[in-house]
């Protein structure tokens, strides 16, 4: 279907969440709100969020920052493994790290993790079609969904959301405009966050 106007996907990753599953930190509470305060001037018409506790919350605290935004409970921007590639996928000098870190996945986890990624796709991304008005949307979502969308708009080989790593609470935003490839305009944006909130999520070698 042809677009009739440009839609602007702001991704972000949950905030710092608690060891025990159920919910943030104290630093992950204050991420959620920064950027939620960063996010006032943006005119948002849909906050979706995954089903797990940190999702939850972290969209609950951006929202309670915003006007007239009610979040909503996605299971398409949930936390799952959006493809596992075969070894010839794979570049030949990383296939061993990377099939070592999907090893883990269950027969159940190979089964959905693709199918909701085809539902994200065609739940958050393209240029919108059913209206005349730009429309701007947040999704709270995890580390992979972000890479797999992200990928996506990049037209990266499906293995590529492997290796993209992205901050608690920090932004990337894509615009999905009529007749035009979709354009990254921000990737991991943390400038909303003092220097102590920043690089959550990251290993530890990749803090600079």
Avoid at 32 to 52: E, F, I, K, W, Y
Avoid at 153 to 163: E, N, S
């Amino acid at each position: 279907m042809t677009g009739t106007a440009t839609r602007y996907l702001c991704l972000a990753r949950h905030g710092e969440a608690a060891p025990d599953g159920s919910g943030l930190t104290d630093a992950g509470r204050r991420q959620a709100t920064l950027l939620g305060r960063r996010l006032r001037d943006l005119p948002l018409t849909a906050v979706h969020h995954g089903p797990l506790p940190r999702a939850e919350e972290t969209a609950r605290l951006i929202t309670d920052e915003l006007e007239g935004v009610t979040p909503r409970v996605a299971e398409s921007a949930g936390d799952y493994v959006p493809h596992i590639p075969e070894r010839g996928e794979l570049p030949a000098e990383s296939a061993d790290f990377y099939l070592d870190f999907l090893a883990g996945a269950t027969d159940e986890e190979r089964r959905r993790g693709p199918e909701l990624a085809r539902q994200a796709l065609r739940r958050f991304t393209g240029a919108v079609t059913d209206g005349a008005q730009d429309r701007h949307e947040l999704v709270v979502t995890h580390n992979f969904l972000i890479a797999w969308l992200v990928r996506d708009a990049l037209h990266a080989p499906k293995w590529r959301w492997l290796g993209l790593n992205h901050g608690n609470a920090a932004l990337t935003v894509i615009r999905y405009a009529p007749g035009r490839a979709a354009s990254v305009l921000l990737s991991n944006d943390m400038r909303h966050l003092p220097a102590e909130l920043r690089w959550t999520g990251f290993p530890p070698e990749l803090h600079v």
